[in-house]
């Protein structure tokens, strides 16, 4: 019987209802029931079990999985909690299945952004997040130096997140527009990493994570190319045994 059970974030998110870290959050504020009853984290579920989110029953997957591309328009906030903010992605895109942005873009950001209703593909792609690259193209409030370019590349010391950026490419496109290829995810890392140079933000466009391009219209979506799915998962593999073993080195340095 124990081989049926499986934790009920894991649950939620293989169901398509949300990703295994929204699925804590979730859990945490109560809003998960099983069988009519709030359970602990990290309990888990069989398939007998009656698990339901705000009431409504959450059944196992009967159909595919849908990955999406989206260009996100200024002004639209990444995040599935229609009942808190009106200029949600999800209402903006209205597709017919329950869907989830993989990570966030910012409301003053545009630009490419995934959605899915398979809940372990973004817990991969959330893993690989220090290892994949997103591209932007990046409009600022004054001309640009060759100063300025090499002091985004060679990383910046964020006081305010205790962090340091890593090391990464950045070309001056005109006077005042250069392209930026990240490999990290701190949050408002560009915005951020601009005022430290004393230069404001005035646009910023995502236009590529890992090998997806952005090439639709704002506000406009498609899915993904049998080809870019393939590709996808294969950074994502790598990515994920890099995670993995990193994760068993740290367990047998902490076992000694």
Do not use: W
Request: charged share 30%.
């Amino acid at each position: 019987m124990s081989e049926d059970l499986k934790r009920l974030n894991k649950y939620l998110s293989e169901a398509g209802y949300c990703s295994r870290r929204a699925a804590d959050r979730l859990i945490e504020a109560g809003r998960v029931t099983i069988n009519d009853v709030v359970p602990e984290m990290g309990t888990k579920v069989s398939s007998e079990d009656v698990v339901k989110v705000d009431g409504e029953i959450i059944g196992e997957r009967k159909q595919d999985f849908v990955y999406l591309a989206f260009n996100k328009p200024v002004g639209i906030v990444c995040t599935t909690d229609t009942r808190v903010e009106k200029d949600n992605i999800i209402d903006y895109i209205n597709y017919p299945k329950r869907i989830f942005p993989v990570g966030r873009l910012d409301k003053p950001s545009e630009g490419l952004i995934l959605l899915t209703d398979d809940g372990d593909i973004v817990n991969k792609i959330l893993r690989a997040s220090n290892n994949h690259e997103k591209e932007y193209i990046v409009t600022v409030d004054q001309p640009i130096s060759q100063t300025f370019i090499e002091r985004m590349a060679g990383g910046i010391y964020l006081e305010d997140l205790d962090k340091h950026t890593n090391k990464c490419e950045v070309k001056k496109i005109d006077k005042f527009t250069f392209s930026i290829i990240l490999t990290q995810g701190l949050n408002r890392q560009i915005r951020r990493m601009c005022e430290y140079c004393n230069y404001e933000v005035q646009a910023l466009k995502r236009v590529r994570i890992m090998n997806i391009k952005l090439d639709v219209s704002s506000g406009q979506y498609r899915e993904l190319t049998k080809e870019e799915f393939k590709n996808l998962n294969a950074l994502i593999a790598d990515s994920t045994k890099t995670y993995e073993a990193n994760k068993a080195n740290t367990a047998r340095h902490t076992r000694r």
